[in-house]
């Protein structure tokens, strides 16, 4: 059976040495008073709720699923699921980052990132119950009215009740223009909504009495496409002016998807039978309040691989130092067993280190995009709120593609590591890849997340957003050009640098006279700009490291304190070695452009 | 549902237009009457066993998985299972390529290859049952007694009795030295064997009255390790002298594993307690006869992801052009409908194109491969047997690592085609994925293929055999150096028959001083390695099908005919732009060595 070890010192690296998020948090004025003992006290009791109370769950939830009622449209989660969730509302979970307005706590979002983190190795399937939440949390906190809010915040902050996003239809996923539901107006200002809903995740469950459905549909006199789709609050149960509970609504579940992996997690279809609705902003500007869930979405799906790139290591590195297994090609190094453990062999390291590098570097960045969040939302100056919204804009997609391809090939990985018995449910490890391919898919393709890359985010703004993470890398290389011990990681990321801007140019002008150019070349330069990002990551990470270490040596003790600078500044060496040079290849691939993957009638006649 | 129709087309292609098979088949004497047409038919219906017999059990058969009663050790397969085998039986499928002695067709291995790649294609778990039995049919023909061969092979060549390897025990996998099993000396010469045995794929089942296991287990006074290790006929039941069963035999299974996938192959433990078996080959030299069975297995797993591969873009392929969303970035494609079919996108035509290449290559080198076993068993003159044996051994790991690592990326690149219709398991694709993912395991962890690549088919003879293949790059060289319109596919591949000598070099000198080198460089270098095989396959391809257009366009022809060489050409020119170039990453990686691996004490402390 699998462990999991909330990596709270690492956390701790992160957030307070790394970024020293307490001092932009200082600068928030409803976090004034916020001190790291606080944050990191409420990271280990929530690092205790995600190891002991959904950790148990996540291999039996597995197997078991959900179950669908045909007759009453009530869904069974796994034996286990709902008790979890009364202690995850009792603990106050759902109020971390939540404003206090409506029973929040008020606490940073780096808080609730790195709390979701940590359910997310533990269970990423129960946790997709909770997490649903946050992103209409969010849509209606932005767009909806102060009724609305009244009505729905405070028991979604509670935990009492969830959300959920219907978007997706059977013929629509990617493109949503081509919606089909319907929402009639009726003389009380209500709408009547008629449609189904696909891949609906927590869109039907037994956790809660009741269930906030934002829903996407198409007023009577909408105009076509994506202009002319609306949001909607489509309640399970509606809610009486005093709070309580009314009549059920006519959204039911009226299927469960069989699916590869997250079998905890109800994914349904939904059908909407007349379902009474409330317009949530304008009509037919859907796609705002949309995009708000999308992205906190988006950042979210990166969260989840994180978490399980982050469990997968674990678990691995445990069986690779119990498992004997042949011996060391340089000579026998448990010369008192009949074999040495299996992490003598330098290809079973590889696959551990990639699994650690990626989790690592991808911490600093998921913790480095909450911080952009907080700011764009709450940072008293104008300017540091737009400049961080543009950047966070530029790294969602990063976020979302990168950690999550990096999560398919580091959980793969992992479990290779346990050669046949990984492939054995029982370990544990074969789930964690299950459960990692769909956030590949999910809250758009990865594949479309590099288009928003390529083409919304650098392209369309002549990469003045990119220039400003150019500029952080300039400011790296220039504190640290002339610091010998810091060549090995300074030089290929300001080497890389370099050629971004010159490739990025490039691509942008094939681009101008093909557009398919930036459907070609969109996935190797997402992938060659998430090293940019890791690559500036994992040097700063080298530079904290070396500087300890330094600071250490000159004290003249070097105790076990030590181990964890010593070691991140090895993974740091590991990731450049053998990680950051797949930007060779895949600027290589993008050069070759869209010709040979188009020019290919007879393939495809 | 998913579909599947054999690729008869490329099959006849690889054998007649690109290996020219019968030619070589002529030189053999048992062959010397065959003719093209004899073979193209029976793939043909071989075709049809596949597609309309075990195809339709594939999703079926996964999700019912197999049974174990725990009174009765009996295991029941899925439903139809059985009645597919009758019928695999009775249409002669398991006497193909067997020797006619034992009532087998003699039919060369080519067709028995290409047979399995559809079996694979339809019915991975399913194709396991016979399959198993073809190493155990050879280990016994090469190593058995004639008492053993008249007892076993008649049988297993009808296919009434199906075969099984029995090496993996709970503690050692990839370490056979590490095994525990016992095999103590009766008086009647038999032996009694004791012992447990795991991930014994279809080591019990319902589809025969008969099971052959092959097991490995130490004589009670063997030398320590691999070198005490010999290899017995176990049977289920023993047979009588007039060939009817006997007794049952003391093995049986104890229990079957729940995996990731292949869920209609049972995978058993097998408990050995106290059966009686006789001895195969010499006493202490049981991985002689282990060696036969684990070299055709090895071919056996790589034609496994190769059918996945053909399967897996067949399917996306048609949902790539009856899927509609999104318009094309180059402007609308098919204004009558709402939006474009997803071919019109770049990045679905490359995950297309990537399955297609990996496909079509793999088919290539594993025909390439057939042929050469063929020739190393069956060919009257010495040497080309001694050249077509080592010739072999050095593409064996390529085939097992190369085509299962590249079959993972392409059935998974099939499944996000689908976006979230891939993941869910009505679409059939997810289960591909699954599939798949055992081969990079069983026979061998890919990491232990690319040790034997490197360490002992490459190093251990200074490079000799990878000189042979050398030589024939530069024969393809020599031939179409000039030709300007094939300057494309030879490039890149004379540039890498360049650089790949060097490499070797490089490596061997820094594993002389440090074995762990060859560890670290192993994975990288199977890489390389493997497009260089590839590189040579697709460019004498592109040169096959260049001829043929030039051909078709000199007798002024341009009929629907052509498109298979245009496909074949536009084909070769997406694998050298957009999958050779991974070789730039492998051998930079490579490069950096051990030491990053290798000195992370802090890491692993």
Same mark, same amino acid.
């Given at each position: 059976?699998?462990?999991?070890?909330?990596?709270?010192?690492?956390?701790?690296?992160?957030?307070?040495?790394?970024?020293?998020?307490?001092?932009?948090?200082?600068?928030?004025?409803?976090?004034?008073?916020?001190?790291?003992?606080?944050?990191?006290?409420?990271?280990?009791?929530?690092?205790?709720?995600?190891?002991?109370?959904?950790?148990p769950l996540n291999i039996s939830g597995d197997a078991e699923g959900c179950s669908l009622d045909q007759t009453s449209h009530q869904v069974?989660?796994?034996?286990?699921?709902?008790?979890?969730?009364?202690?995850?509302?009792?603990?106050?979970?759902?109020?971390?980052?939540?404003?206090?307005?409506?029973?929040?706590?008020?606490?940073?979002?780096?808080?609730?990132?790195?709390?979701?983190?940590?359910?997310?190795?533990?269970?990423?399937?129960?946790?997709?119950?909770?997490?649903?939440?946050?992103?209409?949390?969010?849509?209606?906190?932005?767009?909806?009215?102060?009724?609305?809010?009244?009505?729905?915040?405070?028991?979604?902050?509670?935990?009492?009740?969830?959300?959920?996003?219907?978007?997706?239809?059977?013929?629509?996923?990617?493109?949503?223009?081509?919606?089909?539901?319907?929402?009639?107006?009726?003389?009380?200002?209500?709408?009547?909504?008629?449609?189904?809903?696909?891949?609906?995740?927590?869109?039907?469950?037994?956790?809660?009495?009741?269930?906030?459905?934002?829903?996407?549909?198409?007023?009577?006199?909408?105009?076509?496409?994506?202009?002319?789709?609306?949001?909607?609050?489509?309640?399970?149960?509606?809610?009486?002016?005093?709070?309580?509970?009314?009549?059920?609504?006519?959204?039911?579940?009226?299927?469960?998807?069989?699916?590869?992996?997250?079998?905890?997690?109800?994914?349904?279809?939904?059908?909407?039978?007349?379902?009474?609705?409330?317009?949530?902003?304008?009509?037919?500007?859907?796609?705002?309040?949309?995009?708000?869930?999308?992205?906190?979405?988006?950042?979210?799906?990166?969260?989840?691989?994180?978490?399980?790139?982050?469990?997968? $290591?674990?678990?691995?590195?445990?069986?690779? +130092?119990?498992?004997?297994? @042949?011996? #060391? *090609?340089?000579? =026998?190094?448990? &010369?008192?067993?009949?074999?040495?453990?299996?992490?003598?062999?330098?290809?079973?390291?590889?696959?551990?280190?990639?699994?650690?590098?990626?989790?690592?570097?991808?911490?600093?960045?998921?913790?480095?995009?909450?911080?952009?969040?907080?700011?764009?939302? $709450?940072?008293?100056?104008?300017?540091?709120? +737009?400049?961080?919204?543009? @950047?966070? #804009? *530029?790294?969602? =997609?990063?976020? &979302?593609?990168?950690?999550?391809?990096?999560?398919?090939?580091?959980?793969?990985?992992?479990?290779?590591?346990?050669?046949?018995?990984?492939?054995?449910?029982?370990?544990?490890?074969?789930?964690?890849?299950?459960?990692?391919?769909?956030?590949?898919?999910?809250?758009?393709?990865?594949?479309?997340?590099?288009?928003?890359?390529?083409?919304?985010?650098? *392209?369309?703004?002549?990469?003045?957003?990119?220039?400003?993470?150019?500029?952080?890398?300039?400011?790296?290389?220039?504190?640290?050009?002339?610091?010998?011990?810091?060549?090995?990681?300074?030089?290929?990321?300001?080497?890389?640098?370099?050629?971004?801007?010159?490739?990025?140019?490039?691509?942008?002008?094939?681009?101008?006279?093909?557009?398919?150019?930036?459907?070609?070349?969109?996935?190797?330069?997402?992938?060659?700009?998430?090293?940019?990002?890791?690559?500036?990551?994992?040097?700063?990470?080298?530079?904290?490291?070396?500087?300890?270490?330094?600071?250490?040596?000159?004290?003249?003790?070097?105790?076990?304190?030590?181990?964890?600078?010593?070691?991140?500044?090895?993974?740091?060496?590991?990731?450049?070695?053998?990680?950051?040079?797949?930007?060779?290849?895949?600027?290589?691939?993008?050069?070759?452009?869209?010709?040979?993957?188009?020019?290919?009638?007879?393939?495809?006649?």
């Open positions: 059976m699998p462990s999991y070890t909330p990596p709270l010192r690492d956390m701790q690296f992160v957030m307070h040495e790394l970024l020293h998020v307490m001092d932009d948090l200082q600068q928030i004025p409803k976090h004034a008073e916020l001190d790291a003992d606080t944050v990191n006290a409420v990271l280990e009791e929530g690092g205790k709720f995600a190891a002991e109370v959904i950790f069974t989660t796994p034996k286990g699921f709902k008790a979890a969730y009364q202690q995850y509302i009792e603990g106050g979970w759902a109020a971390l980052a939540c404003d206090a307005n409506f029973g929040g706590q008020d606490l940073p979002l780096v808080v609730n990132q790195m709390f979701y983190e940590m359910m997310n190795s533990a269970n990423q399937a129960w946790t997709m119950y909770p997490g649903l939440t946050h992103g209409a949390y969010a849509a209606l906190h932005t767009h909806g009215t102060e009724a609305q809010k009244q009505t729905y915040l405070h028991k979604m902050t509670s935990g009492e009740w969830t959300g959920s996003m219907c978007l997706t239809e059977p013929h629509c996923g990617t493109d949503l223009g081509l919606m089909r539901s319907k929402a009639e107006p009726q003389l009380d200002g209500t709408y009547k909504i008629t449609g189904t809903k696909i891949f609906i995740s927590a869109g039907e469950h037994d956790l809660t009495e009741n269930i906030v459905h934002l829903v996407l549909a198409r007023l009577t006199d909408a105009p076509p496409g994506i202009k002319g789709v609306s949001l909607f609050i489509v309640p399970k149960f509606h809610v009486n002016a005093d709070g309580s509970l009314g009549e059920r609504n006519a959204i039911f579940c009226g299927g469960l998807e069989h699916k590869m992996g997250i079998n905890g997690s109800a994914t349904c279809q939904m059908m909407l039978d007349g379902a009474i609705g409330t317009l949530v902003g304008q009509p037919n500007k859907g796609m705002q309040g949309m995009f708000v869930m999308m992205n906190a979405a988006r950042l979210g799906v990166g969260n989840q691989s994180l978490g399980l790139t982050e469990v997968a $290591y674990q678990n691995a590195l445990v069986y690779a +130092k119990e498992r004997i297994q @042949m011996r #060391a *090609l340089s000579g =026998p190094k448990a &010369k008192e067993l009949p074999a040495d453990p299996i992490i003598v062999h330098p290809d079973v390291r590889r696959a551990l280190l990639t699994a650690k590098a990626y989790a690592e570097g991808g911490r600093a960045l998921m913790t480095y995009c909450s911080m952009l969040l907080e700011k764009e939302h $709450y940072h008293p100056d104008e300017k540091v709120r +737009k400049d961080s919204g543009e @950047m966070l #804009a *530029l790294l969602t =997609p990063i976020v &979302k593609a990168f950690i999550t391809d990096n999560g398919w090939t580091a959980t793969s990985g992992c479990m290779q590591v346990f050669g046949g018995h990984g492939y054995i449910k029982q370990s544990g490890m074969e789930q964690f890849v299950r459960d990692a391919r769909i956030n590949m898919i999910y809250e758009g393709t990865n594949t479309i997340q590099s288009l928003d890359l390529l083409g919304r985010k650098v *392209l369309s703004n002549n990469g003045a957003t990119l220039k400003k993470f150019g500029k952080l890398i300039g400011q790296l290389v220039a504190e640290e050009g002339v610091n010998e011990k810091m060549a090995e990681f300074i030089t290929p990321i300001a080497i890389l640098g370099e050629q971004m801007s010159k490739f990025t140019t490039e691509i942008g002008f094939k681009a101008f006279q093909n557009p398919d150019e930036v459907g070609a070349a969109a996935v190797d330069y997402l992938r060659v700009a998430g090293h940019m990002v890791f690559g500036y990551f994992w040097a700063r990470m080298a530079q904290v490291a070396l500087r300890e270490i330094e600071k250490q040596s000159a004290a003249g003790g070097a105790g076990n304190q030590d181990m964890f600078y010593v070691a991140k500044l090895q993974t740091a060496r590991f990731y450049f070695a053998k990680l950051f040079p797949e930007t060779a290849t895949a600027m290589r691939t993008a050069r070759t452009g869209a010709r040979v993957l188009m020019d290919t009638d007879a393939v495809f006649a």
